[in-house]
């Protein structure tokens, strides 16, 4: 009965290397987003899509393609990963207009 | 845009005593703060929010309060226990349209229950 579900938890690669990470959501959520969270804690917002649509890019380099195949799935995929790539990654749904927004248990991706 | 500081970065409380988490915002039309509890290893929980039209909400021992003249909010938990040791984060959105509920988080407490 997960709520939003992000896979792997763990990802372990080399610079330069190309990956993704998927999301998935069974709320019925019609927006999710992608936060990332640094080594101090800090989270920040990378993107949302609302009906598969891309409503927020927060100035994030070109190498982190979101794709929202469904409401119900995002998934990130980064090109050419940088050291600066490392950070915890969530995925998060709401119900657009209802701002509650429900968050995935992270995808750790580690740059080496 | 909208910049949320959170005070204190740390706090450790003797079990059964109160904490308070304060948090203050900048963009004077944010309407939504929640409040975030992260455990180690796991993503951000919502264990409470209120929204610009009301001053106070409280859930058993949780509470937040809201004063939107000062631009700040605070987290009140009451008779802590040691499962509150946790990261706790506030926020803050203005979202009005589909999709645009983008939430900019404080820099989070680290929550400490001493038994």
């Known amino acids: 009965d997960t709520a939003v579900s992000q896979t792997p938890k763990y990802l372990v690669t080399q610079m330069g290397n190309d990956k993704s990470i998927k999301c998935e959501q069974n709320?019925?959520?019609?927006?999710m987003y992608w936060y990332k969270q640094d080594s101090k804690k800090f989270l920040k917002i990378m993107f949302s899509?609302?009906?598969?649509?891309?409503?927020i890019n927060e100035t994030v380099p070109n190498r982190f393609s979101p794709k929202s195949p469904d409401k119900a799935h995002l998934n990130l995929h980064i090109n050419s990963l940088e050291l600066g790539d490392s950070a915890v990654y969530f995925c998060?749904?709401?119900?657009?207009?209802?701002?509650?927004?429900?968050f995935g248990p992270g995808t750790r991706l580690t740059v080496t | 845009g909208e910049n949320v500081e959170q005070h204190p970065s740390t706090l450790s409380v003797q079990e059964g005593d109160s904490a308070v988490i304060k948090c203050t915002y900048s963009d004077s039309a944010s309407n939504y703060f929640p409040w975030y509890k992260q455990e180690l290893g796991k993503g951000p929980q919502l264990i409470i929010d209120i929204r610009s039209n009301v001053g106070e909400k409280k859930d058993q021992r949780i509470a937040v309060t809201l004063n939107k003249t000062a631009k700040h909010f605070s987290l009140h938990i009451t008779e802590t226990q040691p499962e509150d040791s946790a990261v706790y984060f506030c926020a803050a959105s203005r979202g009005t349209n589909f999709g645009n509920e983008k939430l900019t988080f404080g820099t989070g407490t680290r929550l400490t229950i001493i038994p």
């Open positions: 709320l019925g959520h019609d927006t």
């Open positions: 998060a749904s709401s119900l657009a207009g209802m701002h509650e927004q429900y």
């Open positions: 899509y609302n009906n598969k649509e891309l409503i």
